[in-house]
């Protein structure tokens, strides 16, 4: 298996960095070829901006969307973003590695993924039409893929149950899940979340190594959520709401995983 595991935190001498070298380690003895995308390492562009338009004359007006697919379509991308598109098709598994910073990405992972998924790479793709809004969630280019998040947490895991007052980590993760790994086609495994990082230490190391060691043999054969398809029948055309009969009277979040 194919495994890109894109990092993102500034310090090596992190527990973050202490679970990369984990993984890499791991997933290489158990025969897997791995690639790490160190975007602090990397020095990665944090921004999508003109810079990412090389074909534009200097003061021509930059349109993210159209420049990104016009560079896209055309080879004349920047280097850096071209080379993460060819690991993210060279990988059968995506690993996103971060520290929760504000209930979200670091800026420079949320960076990574404005450059990376260019318009027509990982949106803007299949027909769009009033009948078929693209080839979107759960189908698109990274489709028959994996991915998983792996995310640490300074709260407990009680501050991200259901009831708990930092809300649901599910729904806290959502966007990412749903909105950045399924939309272009990742079937999305479980997350591998780190509570209360401020209290590990080599005890509760080794025992985080462990959970974490069965979740990466588990990457083929885990089963993912279980997130409706755009196009599979689940939603009325074309205002994309979710059909009334399925999980009728409930609305949020929730609703866009299969009850099974
Ligand atoms: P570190 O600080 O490097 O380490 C944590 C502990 O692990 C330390 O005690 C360290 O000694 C120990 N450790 C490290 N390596 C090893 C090893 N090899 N063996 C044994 N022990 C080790 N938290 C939230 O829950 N929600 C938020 O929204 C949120 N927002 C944040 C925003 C910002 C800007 C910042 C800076 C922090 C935020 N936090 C938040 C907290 C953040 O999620 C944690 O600080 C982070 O996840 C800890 O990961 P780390 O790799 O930086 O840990």
Redesign the pocket.
Known sequence: MKVLLVYA?P?P???????RDFAVAHLQAAGHEVQVSDLYAMDWKATLDVADAPHLASGERFDAVLDSQRAYASGGQPADIAAEQAKLLWADVLILQF??????L?AILKGWVERVYACGFAYGVGEHSDSHWGDRYGEGTLAGKRAMLV?????WES??SARGI?GGLDDILFPIQHGILFYPGFSVLPPFP??R??????V??ERLCQAYGARLDGLATDTPLAFRRQNGGDYEIPALTLKPELAPGRTGLGVHLREE
């Open positions: 935190h310090e001498q992190s527990l973050n960095g202490a679970l520290p929760l910073w504000w209930f979200s670091p995310v640490t947490c300074g709260g501050h991200y930092n780190v509570y990082t401020s209290k590990v230490d080599a509760a190391f």
